[in-house]
């Protein structure tokens, strides 16, 4: 039976629920430092997240608005002083301590760390956002817990584009089938399943309710062991979270579970 090798983690949504409350809120405090009257609320913030990528979905958007600057470049020039902003807003919304590590999220990687599975981040953000997101919550030296960090910087074309995943595999000289992403989003999803990884869900806020196919287990977040597929095993003598105990057996057996079959 293949050994699983890596965990590679998804950030956004993943490790913290960002969206909401990290990027938007700093998407919005660019609009209102470059004077333009855009704001992102909680509920279309949700639809923009169908474009992966800040900088992209600040694009998507202009098309949407007749406001925006008429000229393509002015537009491009536009989305990169907006994006920019933004990344610094945010870092300062994350040094602030405004975005906690989602629970359950720590265990796992110290869990990892201790028992020699090598880590990726695979995400579509910015490494700056990375940056400051684990330098609070794992401190300066972060990045000396992963094997690999592949952020949007990193890649041609992000996800749903399986580009990030076939870095990270490739950087820490894995075959798909011997690692496992963890994933929060229907892109993440379809990036990890295009790369042939398998893949856990742990649903965030934005995705609570979306159809998300194709992964070995799926569930409500990494602190709890209820309301798992496949079930975890509960009460006595049972861990608190998702052990990677939970996430080697859902390993093994991902070739019983028909949301992964062929
Ligand atoms: C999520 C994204 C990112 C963030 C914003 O990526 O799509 O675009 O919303 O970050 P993931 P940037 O879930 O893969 O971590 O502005 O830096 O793109
Ligand atoms: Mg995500």
Request: some cysteine; overall charge negative.
């Amino acid at each position: 039976m293949t050994r699983l090798k890596a965990v590679l983690w998804d950030v956004d949504g993943t490790l913290a629920e960002t969206e909401r409350d990290g990027h938007r809120v700093a998407f919005n405090r660019a609009f209102e430092a470059e004077g333009l009257p855009w704001r992102w609320d909680v509920a279309p913030y949700g639809e923009l997240l169908k474009v992966a990528g800040g900088r992209e979905r600040l694009m998507h958007d202009m098309n949407t608005r007749s406001d925006a600057p008429v000229l393509a470049d002015q537009r491009e020039a536009l989305a990169r002083v907006l994006h920019s902003l933004k990344n610094k807003f945010y870092a300062e919304l994350v040094r602030s301590g405004g975005i906690p590590l989602r629970p359950g999220v720590a265990t796992l990687i110290e869990e990892c760390r201790e028992r020699g599975v090598r880590m990726a981040i695979t995400t579509t953000t910015s490494r700056s956002n990375v940056d400051a997101l684990l330098g609070v919550h794992l401190g300066p030296s972060w990045a000396g817990h992963f094997a690999a960090v592949i952020c949007g910087e990193d890649v041609q074309r992000k996800k749903p584009d399986p580009e990030v995943f076939e870095l990270a595999l490739k950087a820490l000289d894995v075959e798909p089938l011997e690692a496992v992403a963890i994933e929060d989003s229907p892109g993440g999803v379809a990036a990890a399943r295009a790369a042939s990884v398998p893949v856990i869900v742990t649903r965030s806020a934005y995705f609570e309710d979306s159809t998300l196919e194709g992964a070995i287990a799926i569930g409500p977040g990494l602190h709890q062991r209820e309301g798992w597929r496949p079930s975890l095993r509960l009460g006595a003598g049972s861990p608190v979270s998702v052990s990677l105990d939970d996430v080697e057996n859902w390993f093994a057996q991902m070739d019983n579970v028909s949301q992964f079959g062929s």
